[in-house]
Structures are given as structure tokens and as C-alpha cells.
């Protein structure tokens, strides 16, 4: 169940990255160059990783990989919560923005139980 849900998750965030690349390019924090090919690039190892689980074709190697990906995105949403209104964020609740943050750590905790 948790790989259904993980490769649902990336699915469907790494198609939103493709239909909303400037959202996506907006919450990269400022000192990384070339956002919007950052954003595309994110969302096509997203769209990979979830069809990767939905298809139960995973080593655990990917899940590995998997989990790097996930602490490496992890200063975006750091961003998205230091910069709310810069990022014109003002409409979401704080709280909403702070309570992504631990959702990185439960996402790589259910990409080691797949692994298992």
C-alpha cells in the first residue's frame, strides 16, 4: 500500500511540475540558477519515481535514490515557508507551509519500509 501511495504521490507531483512549471520555479530558493529547467527536471524524476512504484519495478537502489531526491528538494519547502509572502504564499496558512516540512522525513521513512 505504501508503494501505491508513494508512486501516486510522485505521479502526480512530478505532473504538476510539467503544467505549472512556474510555481514550481518560483519555490526554488534564489541561489539556485536555471529554475525553470530545475523545475522540469525535478518533475520528470517524479513522474519516473511514481511510475517506477506504481509498476512495482523498483531496486533498492532507486528507493534510495529516492530518499537523496527527497532531502535534496527538502530546502524548497524551507523556502516556501521563510518567503511566504515574497512567493505571493500569503493566502496558505503558515502552519499549512511549516507542516511540509515533517512530510519529507515521513516520505523517506515510506520509501524504507518499500525497501524492506
Same mark, same amino acid.
Given at each position: 500500500?505504501?508503494?501505491?501511495?508513494?508512486?501516486?504521490?510522485?505521479?502526480?507531483?512530478? !505532473?504538476?511540475?510539467?503544467?505549472?512549471?512556474?510555481?514550481?520555479?518560483?519555490?526554488?530558493?534564489?541561489?539556485?540558477?536555471?529554475? !525553470?529547467?530545475?523545475?522540469?527536471?525535478?518533475?520528470?524524476?517524479?513522474?519516473?519515481?511514481?511510475?517506477?512504484?506504481?509498476?512495482?519495478?523498483?531496486?533498492?537502489?532507486?528507493?534510495?535514490?529516492?530518499?537523496?531526491?527527497?532531502?535534496?528538494?527538502?530546502?524548497?519547502?524551507?523556502?516556501?515557508? !521563510?518567503?511566504?509572502?515574497?512567493?505571493?504564499?500569503?493566502?496558505?496558512?503558515?502552519?499549512?507551509?511549516?507542516?511540509?516540512?515533517?512530510?519529507?522525513?515521513?516520505?523517506?521513512?515510506?520509501?524504507?519500509?518499500?525497501?524492506?
Amino acid at each position: 500500500m505504501k508503494r501505491i501511495i508513494m508512486g501516486t504521490v510522485f505521479l502526480i507531483a512530478g !505532473t504538476v511540475h510539467f503544467l505549472k512549471p512556474g510555481i514550481f520555479s518560483r519555490i526554488t530558493p534564489a541561489f539556485i540558477p536555471f529554475k !525553470t529547467f530545475i523545475a522540469y527536471f525535478t518533475g520528470a524524476l517524479e513522474f519516473i519515481f511514481g511510475t517506477l512504484l506504481l509498476l512495482n519495478r523498483i531496486r533498492n537502489w532507486q528507493l534510495s535514490g529516492m530518499q537523496k531526491f527527497l532531502w535534496a528538494v527538502f530546502p524548497a519547502n524551507v523556502y516556501m515557508y !521563510t518567503h511566504q509572502e515574497h512567493l505571493g504564499l500569503g493566502k496558505y496558512p503558515k502552519w499549512a507551509l511549516l507542516g511540509r516540512l515533517p512530510l519529507q522525513n515521513l516520505m523517506v521513512d515510506m520509501l524504507e519500509d518499500i525497501k524492506k
